[in-house]
């Protein structure tokens, strides 16, 4: 399958515990982007990420919440010290970062906090 | 920046017909429809980049208007495999990192 691979697909933490989502992009995609999405709402941009660089987190809450695409491997969505209202739905897509290149998203993580 | 979606929910018998709208306050670089179903990923239809510019995907076709501030999808004939929320997303710029998202229009085809 050479989709976008995300993992966990489901993710259950307990209040203050740390989350690690990952995201493996589609081959040949160099860029990854962040979503989360909320029950019955739409997709809401958090991050932009190129290989070793953060394009645009403007999307990102100022704490807690971190990603990186380290020149190896998966990205990484980290949210430490996890609240009730993280829980979400989030997904990751790539593209070829070319002008008009769809993206491509996996399939998601469902991030329920106790 | 988010654009605006109308309406918000749609329910049609199988071979009715709907349009989605998709607005912006500012002219648009791009506009990329995405179809979602329950549970599941967003899965790229097609996207348009001129204006005036018509694409069409099986019965799915979308249109960009002449100001590029606004794009209309078209199902024809629903099936009830149409069924899902549809997003549009829109780029102000080719710089890859500024499409946004649409609250997305829920579309609910019945036998």
Same mark, same amino acid.
């Given at each position: ?57 403007s999307g990102m809450p100022k704490e807690r919440f ?49 | ?20 709208n998709c607005s912006s306050s500012k002219a648009l +670089? %791009? ?14 239809? *097609?996207?348009?980049?001129? @204006? ?13 208007n002449e100001k590029k501030q606004q794009s209309s ?8 495999? +149409? %069924? ?14 500024? *499409?946004?998202?649409?609250? @997305? ?7």
């Amino acid at each position: 399958n050479a989709g976008v691979m995300q993992n966990p697909r489901h993710l259950v933490r307990r209040r203050g515990q740390e989350a690690r989502l990952r995201c493996s992009p589609m081959k040949g995609h160099s860029h990854v982007y962040w979503y989360r999405q909320l029950p019955e709402e739409g997709l809401k941009f958090m991050v932009y990420l190129q290989k070793e660089n953060i394009i645009d987190e403007s999307g990102m809450p100022k704490e807690r919440f971190s990603a990186e695409f380290p020149k190896e491997g998966p990205s990484i969505l980290r949210i430490q010290q996890v609240v009730r209202g993280d829980s979400a739905a989030y997904f990751c897509a790539s593209s070829l970062g070319q002008t008009n290149q769809p993206q491509h998203f996996g399939d998601g993580t469902r991030l329920s906090i106790l | 920046q988010q654009p605006v979606q109308s309406p918000q929910a749609v329910i049609l018998r199988e071979g009715e017909d709907a349009v989605i709208n998709c607005s912006s306050s500012k002219a648009l +670089y %791009s506009v990329h429809w995405y179809r979602q179903k329950h549970g599941e990923a967003p899965v790229f239809l *097609m996207i348009l980049l001129k @204006g005036g510019e018509q694409k069409g995907h099986d019965k799915i076709s979308a249109s960009f208007n002449e100001k590029k501030q606004q794009s209309s999808l078209y199902l024809t004939a629903s099936q009830l495999s +149409y %069924s899902g929320t549809y997003f549009c997303g829109t780029e102000i710029s080719d710089n890859n990192n500024d *499409m946004r998202f649409g609250a @997305g229009t829920r579309l609910t085809v019945k036998p």
